[in-house]
């Protein structure tokens, strides 16, 4: 007969897992952002500089699509006429493209409200 108790224990640890590792994206997307993108961003996403756009709010530049964002993100983007620039990777050439999706998820999930 199977062991049941080590299958729920599976099934749990499974669940948790997948849990985890989707937590762990949004914590190393906080790390990110604080680390590289809140000077400019600001801790709400508003923007603290000149020429800096608010991010929050759902019609906002984060509604935009991940690959329209991303590919922003990694190298870097200015509207014409704007006194400054979105420097790739946030002038950090160390961050990864997992780094930039984490970030990405972890400004959607702080900037925009709830549905
Ligand atoms: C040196 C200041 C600075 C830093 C650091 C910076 N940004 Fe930006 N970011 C800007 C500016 C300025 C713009 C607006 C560019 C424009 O529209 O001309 C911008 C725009 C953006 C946009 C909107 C793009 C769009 O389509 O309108 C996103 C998303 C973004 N930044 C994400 C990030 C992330 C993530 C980081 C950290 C990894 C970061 N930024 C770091 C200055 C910065």
Redesign the pocket.
Known sequence: MPDLRAISLAAIYGTFASLASVAGDIGRGEV??KG??????GSDGG?S?P???D?AGRT???S?ADA??LR??TAG???????????P????PA?TDA??NA??QY?RKEFLPAR
């Open positions: 990110v952002y590289t993108c809140l000077a400019c961003h923007g500089l020429g800096v756009p991010l906002g530049p984060l935009q329209v964002l922003r993100m983007f200015q509207t014409p006429g704007s006194p400054m620039a979105m420097p990777r946030g002038g950090d961050l780094d930039l970030v990405l400004m």
